[in-house]
C-alpha cells in the first residue's frame, strides 16, 4: 500500500503565476488535509476534504487560494497569483475516517522567486 | 482556540541516555494527540497516537502518556541512538475530524 504521494516535490513560481500542488492520498483513504509550513514555523491547518466535499477551509486565506478534491483523481491545492510570502512547504494529510492517525505525504516545497 | 506548546526548542543529548520530550495544550477537550517526527527536508513520520480516553501508548522505545485534565503530553524516547536525530511534532485533535493543531517541534540532536 503506497503513502500519500504529493508532486511535484519541489516547485518555483515567479510572483503572479499560479501553483498547483497535487495530493493522492493513501489507498482506501477518502479524507484529506492539507497544512502550510512556513519557514521557522510550525504547521498550521489549512483545508479538509472528503470527496468532493470541502468540510472545512477554516485554515484558508480567503484570496487566492482554492482546494478541491474531485471524485475521480488527486486532491489539488491551487494558488493563484503567487507572492513570496506563499514560499513554505505544503503537506498533504490522509485518514480513511476523519479520526484515528494521520499519514502525511513528503510535501511540496513551493519558492516564490 | 488550542494552542500547542512544545518544551525545549531544541535538546542535545548524549547517545544511550534517556530523554522527555513536552508537549502542553490548553484546550483539554481534545478526542486524541498524536506525536510525530519529521526529518530535515522530509514529510511527518506518525509514532505514536493516543485517543482521549488512553493514559498512554508505547512502540518499541518509544513511550507517549497524555494527561488531558493537565493539558500535557510527554513522549519518552529509551536508550537514545543518533538515528533519533529529528524535530518531534505533538498535534492535537479537538474536533474529532482529524483536524489538528500542531505544535513548533523539538529539535533533538543525539550525539555520538
Known amino acids: 500500500n503506497a503513502g500519500v504521494m504529493q508532486n511535484p516535490r519541489h516547485l518555483v513560481r515567479r510572483r503572479g503565476q499560479e501553483a498547483r500542488l497535487r495530493c493522492s492520498p493513501m489507498?482506501?483513504?477518502?479524507?484529506v488535509y492539507w497544512y502550510r509550513q512556513l519557514p521557522e514555523e510550525g504547521l498550521k491547518f489549512m483545508v479538509y476534504?472528503?470527496?468532493?466535499?470541502?468540510?472545512?477551509e477554516s485554515g484558508m486565506p480567503k484570496e487566492r487560494f482554492s482546494a478541491e478534491f474531485p471524485k475521480e483523481g488527486p486532491s489539488i491545492l491551487r494558488i493563484q497569483q503567487v507572492v513570496r510570502g506563499d514560499s513554505a512547504a505544503y503537506f498533504c494529510?490522509?485518514?480513511?475516517?476523519?479520526?484515528?492517525?494521520?499519514?502525511f505525504g513528503p510535501g511540496t516545497r513551493l519558492l516564490v522567486l | 482556540k488550542q494552542e500547542v506548546t512544545q518544551i525545549p526548542a531544541a535538546l542535545s543529548v548524549p547517545e544511550g541516555e534517556n530523554l522527555v520530550l513536552n508537549c502542553s495544550f490548553t484546550?483539554?477537550?481534545?478526542?486524541?494527540l498524536q506525536w510525530f517526527r519529521q526529518d530535515p527536508g522530509k514529510g511527518l513520520t506518525s509514532l505514536l497516537l493516543?485517543?482521549?480516553?488512553?493514559r498512554e501508548q508505547t512502540s518499541g522505545r518509544l513511550n507517549a502518556s497524555l494527561d488531558k485534565s493537565s493539558g500535557r503530553s510527554t513522549l519518552y524516547i529509551a536508550a537514545s541512538q543518533p538515528g533519533d536525530s529529528a524535530t518531534y511534532l505533538c498535534?492535537?485533535?479537538?474536533?474529532?475530524?482529524?483536524?489538528?493543531?500542531f505544535g513548533d517541534g523539538t529539535t533533538l540532536t543525539v550525539k555520538p
Open positions: 494529510a490522509s485518514s480513511p475516517s476523519g479520526q484515528g492517525p494521520q499519514y
Open positions: 489507498k482506501g483513504h477518502s479524507h
Open positions: 476534504l472528503q470527496k468532493e466535499n470541502i468540510i472545512d
Open positions: 484546550d483539554s477537550a481534545i478526542y486524541n
Open positions: 493516543i485517543q482521549s480516553s488512553q
Open positions: 498535534a492535537a485533535d479537538n474536533t474529532n475530524a482529524g483536524k489538528s493543531t
